[in-house]
């Protein structure tokens, strides 16, 4: 069974920059960052797809703020977030779409693996 361990979250200051970590027990070519926030419904934010030619996609709220990518370790994805505001504050999940393909690697793919979370803070 595919395990997701997420790392990086914690307090930030509103306009600095923060940088998660997904580790996955195994490559999965489709994988994405999710958040929700207290109250709110869990939200897409960055997907991406890393077998051929590759794909990303973003929410409209972080498009040229944050970053997704795929770490040296081809287990590994990153999160990368900058000028981070309040409305960024949630909890960040890491999640693996497993048999995905280019196409359906997205925002409202088919995300079934998730991490456990890592909490970011944005305090003004």
């Known amino acids: 069974q595919v395990q997701l361990v997420e790392s990086g979250g914690g307090p930030v200051q509103a306009g600095g920059s923060l940088k998660l970590s997904c580790r996955a027990s195994?490559?999965?070519?489709?994988m994405g960052w999710f958040r929700q926030a207290p109250g709110r419904e869990r939200e897409g934010v960055a997907t991406?797809?890393?077998?051929?030619?590759?794909?990303?996609e973003y929410a409209n709220s972080v498009k040229d703020r944050f970053t997704i990518s795929q770490g040296n370790s081809k287990n590994t994805v990153y999160l990368e977030m900058s000028s981070l505001k309040a409305e960024d504050a949630a909890m960040y999940y890491c999640?693996?779409?497993?048999?995905?393909?280019?196409?359906?690697?997205?925002?409202?793919?088919?995300?079934?693996?998730w991490g456990q979370g890592t909490q970011i803070t944005v305090s003004s």
């Open positions: 991406i797809f890393t077998s051929g030619a590759g794909r990303t």
């Open positions: 195994e490559y999965i070519a489709c």
């Open positions: 999640a693996a779409f497993l048999a995905s393909t280019w196409s359906t690697c997205g925002l409202r793919g088919r995300f079934g693996v």
